[in-house]
């Protein structure tokens, strides 16, 4: 197929766009593979600032002590920890100078020096309130963050990987211009709050897509980097999708892309966005860059139920 400029897995639009070196897995991560592939910047301009951006703080959960975070004016401003005494927060600041009489000053543990805090409460009431649980707390939803960015990255991942064989099959086209392209088209240009808000009606229907890796082995590098992935098959042996792993920093996740080439394969991924069967079946298979290899024996996998209501709680930083 002839292409005048480049013809965007995403859009599936030939166009004469800015173009930039999009990075599979967002740069933001530290000790992550550093593949990336051609994209418009349009559109990794428009996750990368809707979604992406709140993803990133995802590395810092169980990785590095509140009280650090509480340190770092940056990571402070991006990441909003509270003071909690029992069920109430209360408003602080790092103190630089005096903290007012009318305020509690308090002293955390940094990671090079004491932090010192003003918590906007009467030394009075914090004295009251010594008998209750004092906590650092840093609650942050990136439940649909996640959702969408790991799905960019696996769409990218198969592109990197397979080129446009994978782009223009059914299962990228889903993937690419159905799921990814359609949403950019009808939300660029937008508030950031509006394009959340749009992304939760419109990702939705796709959040069994992809989950968290827990305790991933340490031999799975990201599908980016090794080029392994599961191949889920039908009883009848059809395959109809492929389990891609995205790691970030040191966090593991899955997606599942489908692979559509037959009825029963189109019927079984449809049966799992729906959330039915959350058993696969599947064959760990490596792409070489010219061949695939596969696993002869089968593996049973458990892919638990998709949630993206609620908070996901950063307390155990």
Request: charged share 25%; hydrophobic share 40%.
């Amino acid at each position: 197929m002839p292409f005048s400029h480049f013809y965007c897995p995403i859009l599936f639009r030939d166009e004469a766009v800015d173009l930039c070196k999009a990075h599979i897995v967002n740069d933001a991560f530290p000790d992550s593979v550093r593949n990336w592939t051609i994209q418009r910047t349009d559109v990794d301009n428009f996750y990368g600032s809707a979604f992406e951006s709140d993803f990133v703080n995802i590395q810092y959960r169980g990785k590095r002590l509140a009280e650090s975070i509480l340190a770092d004016p940056r990571l402070s401003k991006k990441l909003r920890p509270k003071i909690r005494i029992g069920e109430e927060d209360v408003e602080h600041f790092v103190a630089s100078g005096p903290v007012p009489d009318h305020f509690t000053e308090t002293v955390v543990a940094g990671p090079n020096a004491p932090v010192r805090l003003g918590l906007k409460i009467h030394p009075d009431d914090a004295m009251t309130a010594m008998s209750k649980n004092w906590s650092i707390a840093i609650e942050k939803d990136i439940r649909l963050p996640a959702l969408v960015s790991v799905l960019k990255a696996a769409h990218l991942t198969m592109f990197e990987m397979l080129g446009y064989s994978y782009a223009l099959s059914l299962g990228g086209h889903l993937v690419g211009r159905d799921i990814l392209g359609k949403f950019f088209l009808a939300n660029r240009g937008l508030r950031k709050t509006d394009v959340v808000a749009n992304g939760e009606a419109h990702f939705k229907e796709f959040a069994n897509m992809v989950r968290p890796l827990l305790n991933p082995p340490a031999d799975v590098l990201g599908t980016a980097s090794d080029h392994s992935v599961f191949v889920c098959r039908c009883d009848t042996e059809t395959p109809w999708g492929m389990i891609v792993f995205i790691r970030t920093s040191h966090l593991v996740h899955a997606a599942l892309v489908p692979i559509l080439e037959t009825a029963s394969a189109a019927e079984r991924f449809v049966a799992f966005l729906k959330g039915g069967d959350c058993k696969i079946r599947a064959n760990r298979c490596r792409f070489d860059g010219n061949s695939w290899y596969g696993a002869k024996d089968e593996e049973i996998l458990t892919w638990p139920k998709a949630n993206l209501s609620g908070q996901l709680d950063f307390r155990g930083l």
